[in-house]
């Protein structure tokens, strides 16, 4: 007997360029799926449905730390970061480990913190549309990347002057088509190493910054280790970036395909609010999670699950989950309904996701009332998403600022 | 010892206490956090609380002194 396939290969060039019915058919046919990952040819499961996302995200019996998954895994190489600083990031600690670091950083992200970030936000908005409108060839993604990389590098304390090549080498490190079996594991290591520069020129020049803090919770008070330092400072620089760039890319391009919820926006801005939490529904950045890992033999979904086994949270599928939300195709900002997985769900939430709604509740509406007549400036189906598997990444989005009248 | 608050203003749905926690969290239908018991009488327990408050993305959780 062969198990029945889904229209698009898992995780396969077809499936990112638009995933939407693949995730569908294993919501119908196949919620808890079995297949291999592309890389490592590594049995694994997909959870798709909201029900059992959100539950797997919450459930105690699952962990995110590769210390728990089976020796297949190990060995096909997929453990995120192996070998570099990056296996100690915050998304793959346990508690207490988890715990001790989490405390550490989010004071700095609650929403009244970042809520005093509001007027710089805007600030780097205006200046990314004054810059945008200067280019001969305007691409959304270079807007939509430089917003996060500006506020990161204002909270940590030092410009992210590289943070172009930093969201090419985290796409590298998640690429299911990687150039060689090394090709992970040096984009990691570049990322670290980054940070790594960023420290020691900071530990020169401490300031009231959130980079200062955590290396003087590291050197002053050793509730770090130094691994734990670099992977801190990396998992910042990596978690938001191509994450909020993404989002603000989609959502973009998702408002130039539906011009009333375009005019909508635009002649009803306080909905912003309720829209950014559609964008993060509808289309949030955030493909899946990062895998779980089953602690113990369990049951899950209807499905046993030896200890070890790999389960991969699809968070882009639950949010459109019809169980969920009437119409969840459907793109709706003046929506009011129940609470998505967008940014995640228990220990491991998205710490940053005040700042995230922050930077997109300015960029996305700033960008259509500058200009009101943009366009694509090819036709959509030209548009390529990159081949990694956490964030759905537009590679480029060039648009005719002032549609097809002036440049 | 020390009683135990969440405030729903302030929650953010996130699902983190309640995960971390689950003697002493639990969520609402809606997907808010709420104490299971407003009182905290171990010493454990508050410490435990006093994490989930510092680790809570909502800062909605308070472990306040009971006189
Ligand atoms: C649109 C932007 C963003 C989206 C869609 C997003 C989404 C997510 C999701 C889904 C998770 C959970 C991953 C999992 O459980 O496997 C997560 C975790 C995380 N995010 Fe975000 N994120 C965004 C922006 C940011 C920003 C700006 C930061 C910067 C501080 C950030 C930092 C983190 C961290 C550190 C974690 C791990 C938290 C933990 O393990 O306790 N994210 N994010
Ligand atoms: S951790 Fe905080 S924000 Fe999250 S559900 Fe609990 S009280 Fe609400």
């Known amino acids: 007997m062969t198990a029945p396939a889904p229209p698009t290969e898992l995780f396969g060039y077809d499936y990112y360029q638009n995933p939407y ?25 997909i959870a798709t449905r909201f029900d059992d996302v959100q539950q797997l995200l919450g459930d105690p019996r699952f962990s995110t730390n590769p210390a728990w998954a089976s020796k297949e895994f190990i060995d096909g190489g997929m453990a995120v970061g192996k070998g570099t600083a990056i296996e100690r990031i915050i998304t793959m600690l346990d508690p207490p480990d988890h715990t001790r670091v989490r405390r ?26 004054d810059r945008l409108e200067k280019q001969d060839q305007p691409d959304v993604m270079d807007y939509a990347g430089a917003i996060p990389a500006a506020l990161m590098g204002n909270i940590l304390g030092f410009p992210l002057d590289r943070f172009n090549e930093m969201i090419h080498a985290i796409e590298r490190a998640f690429h299911t088509d990687p150039e060689d079996a090394d090709a992970n594991r040096l984009a990691f290591e570049e990322i670290a190493e980054y940070g790594r520069g960023l420290i020691a020129h900071k530990r020169r020049n401490p300031s009231d910054d959130l980079a200062s803090a955590l290396i003087e919770a590291r050197d002053g008070e050793d509730r770090l280790d130094e691994t734990e330092l670099v992977a801190m400072i990396a998992v910042l620089i990596m978690a938001g970036l191509d994450t909020t760039r993404n989002l603000i890319g989609t959502s973009v391009l998702s408002l130039l395909e539906r011009p009333d919820q375009r005019r909508l926006l635009l002649e009803r801005p306080e909905l ?14 955030v493909a899946v999670g990062f ?40 793109l709706d900002i003046t929506r009011t309904g129940p609470r998505h997985v967008g940014l995640g769900h228990g220990l491991h939430n998205c710490l940053g996701a005040a700042l995230a709604r922050l930077e997109a509740a300015v960029a996305i ?41 002036k440049r | 010892m020390a009683v ?43 410490e435990s609380a006093e994490d989930v408050a510092a680790c809570c993305p909502g800062a909605a959780v308070a472990v306040l002194d009971s006189a």
């Open chain 1, 21 to 45: 019915p693949t995730l569908e058919w294993l919501r119908e046919n196949s919620p808890m799926h079995p297949f291999r990952f592309p890389v490592g040819d590594i049995p694994l499961w």
């Open chain 1, 104 to 129: 550490l950083a989010m004071s700095t992200f609650t929403p009244r913190r970042i809520a005093q970030w509001e007027e710089p936000t805007h600030a780097v908005v205006e200046a990314e549309l």
């Open chain 1, 272 to 285: 912003k609010d309720t829209a950014v939490e559609e964008f993060l529904r509808f289309n949030g950045g």
């Open chain 1, 291 to 330: 895998f779980r890992f089953a602690k113990e033999d369990l049951e899950f979904a209807g499905v046993s699950l030896p200890a070890g086994s790999p389960v991969i949270p699809a968070v882009g599928s639950a949010n459109r989950d019809p169980r969920r939300w009437p119409d969840a195709d459907r």
């Open chain 1, 365 to 405: 509406p700033a960008i259509m009332r500058r200009f009101p007549q943009m366009t694509l400036a090819v036709p959509v189906e030209e548009l390529r998403y990159d081949e990694m598997w956490l964030v759905r990444s537009i590679n480029s989005f060039p648009v005719r600022l002032h549609g097809d009248g």
């Open chain 2, 4 to 46: 135990l608050r969440v405030d729903p203003k302030a929650c953010v749905a996130s699902g983190l206490c309640a995960a971390m926690h689950p003697a002493l969290f639990r969520l609402t239908e809606e997907g808010l956090g709420e104490p299971v018991r407003g009182d905290l009488t171990e010493a454990d327990d508050v």
